[in-house]
Nanobody, 115 residues
């Protein structure tokens, strides 16, 4: 089992930047998949970005070129650098990690982008 704690959300104007961080309660070095989902009001949760243990990255089309996911195995953290934010990026962002076949989630952090 693993606990995840997100930080770094907040309110920002369109065009601004935020950096989300997710701290895991155990070593992540052996965990293949880590990433971020988001859920906007009235919408389904969607995968934003994920990263494998060897550094392969995936991004949803809408954030390509603006968001960057990274992981630090020494610090047991995964981060999401979000640049050129848009109002449509407003959502609760959730960190997740896959341990074998089970996904674990953080409590979520609110990101609000004003126009």
């Amino acid at each position: 089992q693993v606990q995840l704690v997100e930080s770094g959300g907040g309110l920002v104007q369109a065009g601004g930047s935020l950096r989300l961080s997710c701290a895991a309660s155990r070593s992540i070095a052996s965990l293949n998949l880590m990433g971020w989902y988001r859920q906007a009001p009235g919408k389904q949760r969607e995968l934003v970005a994920r990263i494998t243990s060897v550094g392969d990255r995936y991004y949803v089309d809408s954030v390509m070129g603006r968001f960057t996911i990274s992981r630090d195995n020494a610090k047991n953290t995964v981060s999401l650098q979000m640049n050129s934010l848009r109002p449509e990026d407003t959502a609760v962002y959730y960190c997740y990690v896959r341990v074998v076949v089970t996904d674990y989630w953080g409590q979520g952090t609110q990101v609000t982008v004003s126009s």
